[in-house]
Nanobody, 118 residues
Protein backbone atom coordinates (compact mmCIF):
# COMPACT_ATOMS: atom_id res chain seq x y z
CA UNK A 1 0.00 0.00 0.00
CA UNK A 2 1.29 3.42 -0.93
CA UNK A 3 -0.09 6.91 -0.52
CA UNK A 4 2.30 9.38 -2.10
CA UNK A 5 1.69 13.08 -1.57
CA UNK A 6 3.17 15.74 -3.82
CA UNK A 7 2.74 19.42 -4.60
CA UNK A 8 3.92 20.97 -1.36
CA UNK A 9 6.44 23.77 -1.21
CA UNK A 10 7.07 27.38 -0.30
CA UNK A 11 4.47 29.95 -1.34
CA UNK A 12 3.83 33.58 -0.48
CA UNK A 13 0.75 34.62 1.48
CA UNK A 14 -2.23 34.83 -0.86
CA UNK A 15 -0.77 32.25 -3.18
CA UNK A 16 -2.04 28.83 -4.21
CA UNK A 17 -0.86 25.24 -4.18
CA UNK A 18 -2.41 22.00 -5.34
CA UNK A 19 -1.59 18.88 -3.38
CA UNK A 20 -1.97 15.42 -4.89
CA UNK A 21 -2.07 12.03 -3.22
CA UNK A 22 -1.59 9.06 -5.52
CA UNK A 23 -2.76 5.77 -4.08
CA UNK A 24 -1.94 2.14 -4.83
CA UNK A 25 -2.36 -1.21 -3.13
CA UNK A 26 -6.02 -1.01 -2.13
CA UNK A 27 -9.37 -0.34 -3.77
CA UNK A 28 -9.30 3.45 -3.81
CA UNK A 29 -12.89 3.92 -4.94
CA UNK A 30 -14.19 2.20 -1.80
CA UNK A 31 -12.44 4.53 0.61
CA UNK A 32 -13.32 7.96 1.81
CA UNK A 33 -10.28 10.21 1.67
CA UNK A 34 -9.15 13.04 3.88
CA UNK A 35 -6.40 15.59 4.19
CA UNK A 36 -4.93 16.34 7.61
CA UNK A 37 -2.22 18.75 8.63
CA UNK A 38 0.16 19.10 11.52
CA UNK A 39 2.00 22.28 12.40
CA UNK A 40 5.05 22.27 14.69
CA UNK A 41 4.01 21.86 18.31
CA UNK A 42 0.38 21.24 17.41
CA UNK A 43 -1.83 18.21 17.09
CA UNK A 44 -2.74 16.78 13.71
CA UNK A 45 -6.04 18.23 12.53
CA UNK A 46 -8.56 17.34 9.85
CA UNK A 47 -8.53 19.80 6.96
CA UNK A 48 -10.97 18.28 4.47
CA UNK A 49 -12.69 15.02 3.63
CA UNK A 50 -14.49 13.50 0.67
CA UNK A 51 -16.67 10.42 0.41
CA UNK A 52 -15.76 7.40 -1.70
CA UNK A 53 -17.92 8.52 -4.62
CA UNK A 54 -16.95 12.16 -4.27
CA UNK A 55 -20.48 13.34 -3.66
CA UNK A 56 -19.96 14.80 -0.22
CA UNK A 57 -17.15 16.94 1.14
CA UNK A 58 -16.46 18.55 4.47
CA UNK A 59 -13.97 21.18 5.60
CA UNK A 60 -12.47 22.62 8.73
CA UNK A 61 -13.87 26.06 9.44
CA UNK A 62 -10.41 27.56 9.06
CA UNK A 63 -10.16 26.56 5.38
CA UNK A 64 -13.77 26.82 4.17
CA UNK A 65 -14.02 28.90 1.04
CA UNK A 66 -10.27 28.66 0.39
CA UNK A 67 -9.54 24.93 0.03
CA UNK A 68 -11.24 22.39 -2.24
CA UNK A 69 -10.89 18.63 -1.97
CA UNK A 70 -11.58 16.45 -5.01
CA UNK A 71 -10.80 12.99 -6.29
CA UNK A 72 -10.37 11.10 -9.53
CA UNK A 73 -11.27 7.46 -8.99
CA UNK A 74 -9.96 6.61 -12.45
CA UNK A 75 -6.53 7.87 -11.46
CA UNK A 76 -6.60 6.70 -7.83
CA UNK A 77 -5.76 10.23 -6.76
CA UNK A 78 -7.13 12.75 -4.30
CA UNK A 79 -6.38 16.45 -4.54
CA UNK A 80 -6.40 19.48 -2.29
CA UNK A 81 -6.56 22.83 -4.04
CA UNK A 82 -5.42 25.51 -1.62
CA UNK A 83 -6.05 29.16 -2.46
CA UNK A 84 -5.55 32.38 -0.54
CA UNK A 85 -2.94 30.72 1.60
CA UNK A 86 -2.07 32.20 4.97
CA UNK A 87 1.02 31.78 7.16
CA UNK A 88 -1.11 29.78 9.60
CA UNK A 89 -1.64 27.18 6.87
CA UNK A 90 2.02 26.23 7.23
CA UNK A 91 2.18 22.55 8.19
CA UNK A 92 2.94 19.06 6.98
CA UNK A 93 -0.08 17.85 5.03
CA UNK A 94 -1.03 14.19 5.08
CA UNK A 95 -3.56 12.26 3.07
CA UNK A 96 -5.56 9.60 4.81
CA UNK A 97 -7.66 6.71 3.53
CA UNK A 98 -10.84 6.07 5.53
CA UNK A 99 -11.92 2.42 5.27
CA UNK A 100 -15.51 1.49 4.37
CA UNK A 101 -15.65 -0.89 7.34
CA UNK A 102 -14.30 -0.88 10.88
CA UNK A 103 -12.93 -4.33 10.08
CA UNK A 104 -10.53 -2.80 7.58
CA UNK A 105 -7.55 -0.63 8.37
CA UNK A 106 -6.89 2.93 7.42
CA UNK A 107 -3.80 4.25 5.67
CA UNK A 108 -1.63 7.37 5.87
CA UNK A 109 0.72 9.04 3.45
CA UNK A 110 4.18 10.23 4.41
CA UNK A 111 3.29 13.92 4.31
CA UNK A 112 4.29 16.93 2.27
CA UNK A 113 5.51 20.24 3.68
CA UNK A 114 3.59 23.41 2.92
CA UNK A 115 5.22 26.67 3.99
CA UNK A 116 3.46 29.99 3.57
CA UNK A 117 5.86 32.86 4.07
CA UNK A 118 6.99 36.09 2.46
Amino acid sequence: VQLVESGGGLVQPGGSLRLSCAVSGFTFRRYGMSWYRQAPGKERELVAGITSGGGTTNYADSVKGRFTISRDNGKNTVYLQMNSLKPEDTAVYYCHADPPSRLMRDYWGQGTQVTVSS
